[in-house]
């Protein structure tokens, strides 16, 4: 079985500051990772996914996450945050060859501030 | 227009009411999943579909059941509601049957049992 912890459940930054929110993982099988945000009152979207090759993915809204084997990790970082970005943060992952069944960790509430 | 859409958006109900929640998607995806979110525990998978006539148990499907009526079509229920469902459901939809497609979500609909 998979599951996965969200270190902190909520981030306040300031306008222009990097943030990093921290997600990791178990899983005793190869996974999939995928980070999803949900802006206030919608539904969740993706905003980047790993798969295989190279370990740094990128957004398109300046966002990146790494993953990191080794200590199980899939760390979310922007090196300068817009009020934009306020928004809840979900960090999942599902079983490689499985069947796109997504665990979720209980969210980082990033707060933006002026 | 929205792809995924979810009605009502907004219930409030008593105990021992017959709700039903009900999604429709116009992606002309074959999975389709319910979650619910609650705050604190991210979200959770109540039931997934593959298909038409394939209908799975997520991780909290007690109390809930679904009704899968077309491939664009997939309602949820509960049969007597009781105030610890009170949450945000969302549906989802993906194309492929692989963990590593992207799930699009709906807006979600917000429960209150009373």
């Known amino acids: 079985a998979q599951s996965v912890t969200q270190l902190d459940s909520q981030v306040p930054v300031f306008e222009e500051a990097p943030v990093e929110l921290r997600c990791n993982y178990s899983?005793?099988?190869?996974?999939?990772l995928f980070w999803y945000v949900q802006y206030p009152n919608q539904g969740l979207q993706l905003l980047l996914k790993?798969?295989?090759?190279?370990?740094l993915v990128e957004s398109i809204n300046g966002f990146e996450a790494e993953f990191n084997k080794s200590q199980t990790s899939f760390h979310l970082r922007k090196p300068s945050v817009h009020i934009s970005d306020t928004a809840e943060y979900f960090c999942?992952?599902?079983?490689?060859?499985?069947?796109?069944?997504?665990?979720f960790g209980a969210g980082t509430r990033l707060a933006v501030h002026p | 227009d929205a792809d995924v859409t979810q009605t009502p958006r907004n219930r409030i109900t008593k105990t021992g009411k017959r709700i039903m929640l009900e999604c429709s998607q116009t992606?002309?995806?074959?999975?389709m999943y319910w979650y619910r979110q609650d705050p604190g525990l991210g979200l959770r998978l109540i039931y997934y579909?593959?298909?038409?006539?394939?209908?799975n148990k997520g991780e909290i499907s007690d109390g809930y059941s679904v009704s899968r009526q077309a491939q664009a079509k997939f309602s949820l229920s509960l049969e007597s509601a009781i105030p610890n469902q009170t949450a945000l459901y969302f549906c989802?939809?993906?194309?492929?049957?692989?963990?590593?497609?992207?799930?699009?979500f709906g807006p979600g609909t917000r429960l209150t049992v009373l």
């Open positions: 899983s005793s099988v190869s996974v999939y």
């Open positions: 992606k002309g995806h074959d999975r």
């Open positions: 579909s593959f298909d038409v006539k394939d209908i």
């Open positions: 790993y798969l295989s090759g190279s370990t």
């Open positions: 989802a939809t993906s194309g492929g049957t692989s963990g590593t497609d992207t799930q699009y």
């Open positions: 999942a992952v599902s079983r490689a060859g499985g069947y796109n069944k997504l665990i």
